[in-house]
Each structure stands twice: as C-alpha cells, then as structure tokens.
C-alpha cells in the first residue's frame, strides 16, 4: 500500500503505541499479583526475629563455651 510521506511511518507508530500499551497492561498485572503489604510486614517481622533468635542462641552458646 502506496502511501505519501506525512503518513508512512503511521502504521509503525501505531503498532509502536500497540506494543507499549502491551507492555503497560503486562506491568500493571505483574503489580496486581504482589502478596498485600500486611504480608510482606510479617515476613519482614518473621524474619527478623528468626534472625534475632538465632544470633542470641550463637551468642550464648559462644559465652557458655559450648562452641
């Protein structure tokens, strides 16, 4: 299809925002699928103390010679 040359590259730019809005819809899902932030707190909440918990359990061993 002959077209001038105002319009030639207007099927590339439309397949151009078609593309984008693919690639916007695939980011807004991805963000759409992360755990709640309440979840992600008590992970972090869990975590620390396992780590907290540990770290004492290392350090009172350490000071009874136990290690």
């Known amino acids: ?17 078609k593309d984008d809005t693919d690639k916007q819809w ?6 759409r699928n992360r755990p709640p932030i309440w979840c992600t707190a008590v992970i972090a909440v869990l975590s ?6 540990l770290t004492y359990a290392a350090l009172i061993l350490n000071m009874t010679n136990v290690i």
């Open 1 to 17: 299809m002959d077209m001038c040359k105002e319009h030639s590259g207007l099927l590339q730019k439309i397949n151009d925002v």
């Open 26 to 31: 695939a980011e807004i899902n991805r963000i």
């Open 48 to 53: 620390a103390s396992l780590g907290s918990v």
